[in-house]
């Protein structure tokens, strides 16, 4: 369905087939499109038995042209079904009905060329934590322009029965309307740019502390864990919304504030951390330590993984729709990758997908278990 951008004159290589190429080489590892030209002539022969190849493997030139002439943002809307039957089929094996959508942005720090006055690519993106899948990417040149982004990346999902979570720089009235109107509900964290409502916020759950929480209907859970010679404990507290908080009447569906508590001993050293929220969830403690817990999932689950197996933030490209068009190929292959239930490492199914046609046919068409 993805309109061709280029001239008919020599046309040579079918569309469909550069960008399915394009796909399974970042599966397998290729950075940019030198190594997507050079992974395809190494497997000419298995190519040319799944696409159309008439006049041979595309070169690098091919790849990188039609890659910068994609516009971006039909590039990532032609991937919507194939999403939208990846998230029901990871809803149906994982039993989660409400997802957690992270909305967060991520810098690629070295896509900048101050040469030509362009900025480092600042990509906001939206992750269903529970299904590890990157839902929509919108990109911008600065991180400051992360409250414009947000809205546009959030029109391109489904929101409905979704919890969507967002850091205080997104925690504006505007953004937590339309996640309501969507049929979905907010989590919102909150600093102090937040002025009043923060301050309140702050003022009203400390002040119910001096009674323990008595008698206003709030809930407490808390959680422990050990690992990698950490001990962290949370405690997660919610309560219903008092009436008269100031600002309250300016977010639509505001049901609940609550406050996540991080405990952390690592060498011996000891630290706190206190965390504060809004939310149009009904006091259902569990599923906002849910909630909470699973924004952290974008950071820890895929921009972890971005920079640490896809080597995204050294990478030098650096045209406009070029460098987009490659952030989502990035995106979109770990949700591919994500989705295979084994307990191999990305980097692992990355080389697997190298070293074996078989299984990277069953990544690409989700048939691996």
């Given at each position: 369905q993805l309109e061709d951008p280029r001239s008919s004159i020599n046309r040579r290589h079918p569309l469909s087939s550069v960008l399915v190429i394009a796909i399974m080489a970042v599966i397998a590892g290729a950075n940019g499109p030198t190594a997507i030209a050079q992974w395809a002539r190494m497997k000419e022969s298995f190519l040319k038995n799944w696409l159309p190849l008439p006049h041979g493997i595309p070169s690098k030139d091919v790849f990188r042209r039609?890659?910068?002439a994609l516009k971006p943002e039909a590039f990532q809307a032609c991937f919507a079904e194939w999403l939208a039957s990846?998230?029901?089929?990871?809803?149906?094996?994982?039993?989660?009905?409400?997802?957690?959508?992270?909305?967060?942005?991520?810098?690629?720090?070295?896509?900048?060329?101050?040469?030509?006055?362009?900025?480092?690519?600042?990509?906001?993106?939206?992750?269903?934590?529970?299904?590890?899948?990157?839902?929509?990417?919108?990109?911008?040149?600065?991180?400051?322009?992360?409250?414009t982004a947000i809205p546009q990346a959030l029109e391109l999902v489904d929101l409905k029965g979704a919890i969507v979570t967002i850091d205080a720089m997104g925690a504006q009235a505007a953004i937590a309307e339309q996640v309501v109107e969507g049929g979905g509900d907010y989590v919102l964290a909150l600093k102090g740019n937040q002025g009043t409502l923060y301050e309140a916020t702050v003022e009203y759950i400390e002040e119910q502390s001096k009674n323990d929480y008595r008698g206003i209907g709030a809930r407490r859970w808390e959680t422990k864990e050990t690992a990698h010679g950490r001990t962290e404990s949370r405690t997660y507290i919610q309560m219903p919304a008092p009436k008269d908080l100031p600002g309250a009447g300016r977010w639509a569906g505001l049901l609940s504030v609550g406050m996540a508590i991080l405990h952390s001993i690592r060498g011996g050293r000891e630290t706190f951390e206190v965390r504060y929220f809004i939310s149009s969830l009904p006091v259902k403690v569990?599923?906002?330590?849910?909630?909470?817990?699973?924004?952290?999932?974008?950071?820890?689950?895929?921009?972890?993984?971005?920079d640490v197996t896809y080597r995204e933030?050294?990478?030098?490209?650096?045209?406009?729709?070029?460098?987009?068009?490659?952030?989502?190929?990035?995106?979109?292959?770990?949700?591919l990758l994500k989705q295979d239930r084994s307990k191999a490492s990305i980097a692992m199914k990355r080389r697997a997908c190298s070293w074996n046609e078989n299984y990277m046919l069953e990544v690409l068409t989700g048939t691996t278990n």
């Amino acid at each position: 369905q993805l309109e061709d951008p280029r001239s008919s004159i020599n046309r040579r290589h079918p569309l469909s087939s550069v960008l399915v190429i394009a796909i399974m080489a970042v599966i397998a590892g290729a950075n940019g499109p030198t190594a997507i030209a050079q992974w395809a002539r190494m497997k000419e022969s298995f190519l040319k038995n799944w696409l159309p190849l008439p006049h041979g493997i595309p070169s690098k030139d091919v790849f990188r042209r039609v890659l910068m002439a994609l516009k971006p943002e039909a590039f990532q809307a032609c991937f919507a079904e194939w999403l939208a039957s990846l998230r029901a089929r990871a809803a149906e094996a994982t039993g989660v009905e409400r997802p957690t959508l992270a909305v967060d942005g991520k810098t690629l720090r070295r896509s900048h060329d101050r040469g030509k006055g362009l900025g480092a690519l600042h990509a906001v993106s939206v992750w269903a934590s529970e299904y590890g899948l990157t839902l929509a990417q919108v990109a911008t040149d600065e991180k400051s322009n992360e409250i414009t982004a947000i809205p546009q990346a959030l029109e391109l999902v489904d929101l409905k029965g979704a919890i969507v979570t967002i850091d205080a720089m997104g925690a504006q009235a505007a953004i937590a309307e339309q996640v309501v109107e969507g049929g979905g509900d907010y989590v919102l964290a909150l600093k102090g740019n937040q002025g009043t409502l923060y301050e309140a916020t702050v003022e009203y759950i400390e002040e119910q502390s001096k009674n323990d929480y008595r008698g206003i209907g709030a809930r407490r859970w808390e959680t422990k864990e050990t690992a990698h010679g950490r001990t962290e404990s949370r405690t997660y507290i919610q309560m219903p919304a008092p009436k008269d908080l100031p600002g309250a009447g300016r977010w639509a569906g505001l049901l609940s504030v609550g406050m996540a508590i991080l405990h952390s001993i690592r060498g011996g050293r000891e630290t706190f951390e206190v965390r504060y929220f809004i939310s149009s969830l009904p006091v259902k403690v569990k599923q906002f330590a849910r909630a909470v817990r699973n924004h952290w999932g974008i950071e820890n689950t895929c921009h972890w993984c971005l920079d640490v197996t896809y080597r995204e933030d050294e990478s030098r490209i650096r045209e406009v729709h070029l460098r987009e068009n490659f952030a989502w190929l990035n995106r979109f292959s770990l949700s591919l990758l994500k989705q295979d239930r084994s307990k191999a490492s990305i980097a692992m199914k990355r080389r697997a997908c190298s070293w074996n046609e078989n299984y990277m046919l069953e990544v690409l068409t989700g048939t691996t278990n």
